[in-house]
């Protein structure tokens, strides 16, 4: 129970700060919201069918992705409050640095959730066909994309020593994994070379699993999902257990060794 009581107490933490900084929340919407009315309103546009609506398939690309983006930067925060020796002062206490580290990928997921949410009621304006069971259906494939994100922001993490460090490396991680998991475009029949980044991003398997989900039952499926959905989830299980190893053990070994 002390650690559970350690693992709440941090992760309450990180959601008190976002609701304390509601420029935060809104920042962090922003470019959701670009993304899904001008790229995925001109996709449709442009290139949409009576069968088949881009503005969907945009839409829910971009909800994945900032849940995944969203859990990650969060995690990655830690560097700062390393810089502030704040993280210092929780490593002093009488807590297993486990506890720690799951504190803060409960909290960052808690800190996503509510951007999730903001987009799906964005969803209910928009038309993209959005119902009250289906966004029922989406809560835990985000929780499990939220979790998935933390453990790769982990893995950044350990690997990143100043705030100045991880702002230059964080994008260029991040970024290419909008194209290479399919959150705007298909990527279904990629050359050899893309086909093999795009199956090392970990962030098309949170994308796919979302959309399996969002299109269980309709026409489109076959045409928008990848893998089964069990499938993605032994991939997600597996990279979530790698990257929450190698990242907890790498980060607390950095914070014995200073």
């Not at 009315?37 to 949409?48: D, E, I, K, W, Y």
């Not at 705030?163 to 279904?188: C, D, E, Y």
């Not at 959309?211 to 991939?235: C, K, Q």
Request: net charge neutral; aromatic share 12%.
């Amino acid at each position: 129970m002390h650690q559970i009581n350690a693992v709440l107490a941090i992760a309450q933490r990180d959601f008190m700060k976002l609701l304390r900084d509601p420029a935060r929340l809104v920042s962090s919407l922003i470019f959701p919201l670009i993304f899904i009315t001008v790229l995925g309103g001109s996709l449709q546009a442009s290139f949409g069918s009576a069968d088949f609506n881009l503005l969907t398939y945009t839409f829910t690309g971009v909800l994945a992705q900032t849940l995944f983006q969203s859990s990650a930067t969060g995690v990655i925060s830690l560097i700062s409050d390393r810089e502030e020796d704040f993280s210092q002062e929780m490593f002093i206490t009488p807590i297993s640095r486990y506890s720690i580290i799951f504190g803060k990928t409960a909290g960052e997921t808690m800190v996503a959730l509510p951007q999730g949410l903001v987009l799906v009621m964005l969803a209910f304006a928009l038309g993209v066909g959005m119902t009250f069971p289906r966004a029922l259906a989406l809560l835990p494939f985000a929780i499990v994309a939220c979790l998935l994100g933390a453990s790769f922001g982990l893995v950044v993490l350990s690997n990143l020593r100043n705030q100045r460090s991880a702002n230059q490396v964080f994008p260029f991680l991040i970024l290419p994994q909008f194209f290479l998991a399919g959150v705007f475009n298909p990527i279904a029949d990629l050359p050899p070379f893309l086909a093999f980044l795009s199956a090392m991003a970990p962030m098309r398997y949170a994308v796919d699993l979302l959309r399996s989900a969002y299109y269980a039952g309709s026409e489109e499926y076959d045409r928008v999902v990848l893998l089964n959905p069990i499938t993605n989830l032994i991939i997600i299980a597996v990279l979530f257990g790698v990257f929450l190893s190698i990242g907890t053990a790498m980060f607390v070994r950095k914070e014995r060794n200073r």
